[in-house]
């Protein structure tokens, strides 16, 4: 008898038990509640701390990943350059452009090279696909370089394609250079290459000059309109090469004979 009610005190108990769980659930609540919203605070601060540390991060390796793209583009440039310089039979310096005139109506860049390196006014400077401009101005440390294109500067050129000597001028537009006083009857078509005739006396034969863009053929006119673009990159080109024309070989003079009177150099 005893036993009996002992057990059925054990499962009115476990039933009260059961019955107050729920309230117990209850009660604890807001304590649950509380602690979940500090880690739901704490989980959202970190990982708002976290996101925007990884968007730094991100950013720098951005920066320096455009570093490295203008590096390596620096880079092709130069190699293209050396390779340019190595089929030269001249001796060229290697300078970079380190300035450009304020002034829209002169095409003139500043190099970091000047009388203590030899340069020289009237030098000849290339880029690594053709003729840039000349040296007009030198000090001590740099020297300013005039392009193709200024309004002010001409070069003797002649067609690659046949010899067809011509005159190209700038026009004071980066892209543009104009041929003056051919006739309609000059052999010259669009495509053709244009290269130094070393007429001038300042800019060696056979360098790249511009490749002809447009023939204007205009029955009432006596000449011919023709443009060219330059073939030297003259707004976007870093470096550019000083061109110094190689000292010319010394032919040793023949031995006199005896019975030879010696020649003279003829005057004019």
Known sequence: MYSDRV???????????????????????????????SEVSLSRSALIEDNNHLRAEALVLQSKIQKLAALATENVRLRELLNSSALLQDNVVVAEIIGVSPDPLRHLVIV??????????????????????????????????????????????????????????GTGVIYELELRHLTETTDIVEGDMLVSSGLGGRFPV?????????????????????????????????????????????????????????????KP
Request: charged share 20%; proline share 7%.
């Open 7 to 37: 057990h059925w005190l054990r499962d009115v108990r476990a039933q009260l038990l059961e019955l107050s769980t729920p309230f117990y659930f209850l009660t604890d609540l807001p304590s649950r509640l509380k602690d979940w919203g």
């Open 112 to 169: 970091n090279r000047g009388s203590e390196d030899k340069v020289f006014v009237g030098q000849p400077v290339l880029d690594a696909n053709g003729l840039f401009g000349q040296v007009v101005e030198v000090s001590s440390s740099t020297c300013r370089v005039l392009l193709l294109t200024d309004t002010t500067h001409a070069i003797p050129v002649q067609v690659n394609r046949n010899g067809v000597r011509a005159i190209a001028e």
């Open 206 to 266: 056979g360098y790249p000059v511009a490749s002809v863009t447009r023939v204007v053929r205009d029955p009432g006119q006596k000449f011919l309109r023709v443009v060219a673009r330059p073939m030297a990159q003259l707004d976007r080109s870093r470096h550019v090469l000083l061109l110094f024309s190689a000292p010319a070989t010394s032919v040793p003079a023949p031995k006199e004979d005896a019975a030879t009177p010696a020649a003279t150099e003829a």
